[in-house]
């Protein structure tokens, strides 16, 4: 049975719904510390993050290589529409099934297992091996990955690479990698109008009305026209809200939620002042507020990018194109400390559903990828 296999078993079983880690990664520490890494955890807000690193021969000059991922899932949904429990790990029919099987599990043992048949087969390596683990990706992100990186900072420790275990291939293992994301902006825009009897109209100002050209005018901006890596901005609304539930009320309010994903071609202050710019044509009475979730983060073509793309080849034949589709990733945090930082991981076609599973030929290949980039990069 595969070793790299069975770690990830082991991990499906710990039910680490975010936040929670649920002891995967005292699992990951207990083989870090066995293969000669120093391990810390640094915990806060109900959150267990891990930085572990193993020195190099050349010390701390030499290129420091961090694995990073997440050992926190999404929760399951009803049992009842699983076809098997999601914390007891299945195989069937070529597929190993459990709730964080692609997402991220098999990568994060796949990281353990490439480290540990690294240094046995290169103990005097010249570079250093990182690891830095959370248990809150899927939720906030508030006390997990940022955290580390705060300390890190404030350490003056510097990455070299990250590799990210995110799954990011496509339709087959090995042809996608995420050299980049887009950043996250949210707003929440309230526009107040007078409440009234619906059948007295020039007694109330309807909020509804007033927002409607906004938003037409919203839709059909052009943020930008994106770039080499990334596709133009797009702006949508997820949320619009307004009424008391009565049919004879003119509301007094309305609101919309929305959100940008921006490329690196625009910046948070452009687009808000875009925004600000329409509402005031309309003379509106509004307030808006504004998250910013992330910003984006783009690994130009490298020397981590060819390391992947050489060790993916030499696994699987395929030549991987980069993108920087998708949600964010933790990686907007570690870019701060890291000039190169890419994602790869497992096939995504089942990442957050129910029956989430991995192909399980493609978890001995995983594992062989990272070991490639370790040979390549801190050998």
Not at 339 to 349: K, L, S
């Amino acid at each position: 049975m595969s070793y790299t296999i069975a770690l990830t078993e082991a991990l499906i079983c710990c039910a680490s719904i975010t936040p929670e880690d649920k002891g995967c990664q005292a699992l990951i520490t207990d083989h870090l510390i066995a293969t000669g890494f120093s391990c810390e955890t640094i915990a806060e807000g109900g959150v267990t993050n891990l930085w572990s690193i193993k020195r190099g021969s050349d010390g701390p000059v030499g290129k420091l290589l961090v694995f990073a991922g997440h050992t926190d899932v999404v929760p399951t949904g009803p049992l009842e529409h699983w076809n098997s429990d999601p914390f007891i790990p299945m195989r069937r029919d070529g597929r190993l099934y459990g709730r964080g099987a692609a997402d991220m599990k098999a990568s994060l043992a796949a990281f353990v297992v490439a480290a540990e048949e690294f240094v046995a087969a290169y103990p005097h390596h010249r570079g250093s091996i990182g690891f830095l683990i959370t248990s809150d990706e899927e939720g906030p992100a508030h006390y997990g990955t940022v955290k580390v990186v705060e300390q890190l900072e404030m350490r003056g420790e510097r990455l070299d690479y990250c590799v990210v275990g995110e799954p990011t291939s496509g339709k087959r293992f090995g042809d996608t990698l995420k050299n980049g994301r887009r950043g996250s902006l949210s707003g929440k825009l309230t526009v107040s109008g007078i409440q009234g009897h619906i059948a007295y109209p020039h007694l109330a100002k309807n909020p509804v009305h007033l927002l409607a050209p906004v938003l037409n005018d919203l839709v059909h901006v052009v943020w930008d026209q994106g770039n080499e890596y990334f596709p133009p901005t797009a702006w949508q609304v997820s949320n619009l809200h307004a009424g008391t539930g009565a049919t004879n009320i003119i509301p007094g309010s309305a609101s919309v939620d929305f959100n940008f994903r921006f490329s690196s071609s625009t910046t948070p202050k452009q687009l808000k002042s875009h925004v600000y710019t329409i509402l005031d044509a309309y003379g509106l009475d509004y307030e808006l507020r504004w998250s910013l979730h992330g910003k984006p983060f783009l690994t130009p073509r490298g020397v981590l990018s060819n390391a992947l793309e050489q060790a993916i080849e030499a696994e699987t034949g395929i030549y991987p194109e980069l993108s920087t589709i998708g949600g964010t990733s933790d990686g907007r945090f570690i870019a701060r400390i890291c000039q190169q930082v890419i994602e790869f991981g497992p096939c995504n076609a089942s990442i957050h559903k129910v029956d989430e599973y991995i192909e399980l030929a493609h978890v001995e290949l995983l594992k062989n990828v990272y070991r490639g980039v370790l040979e390549r990069l801190v050998a």
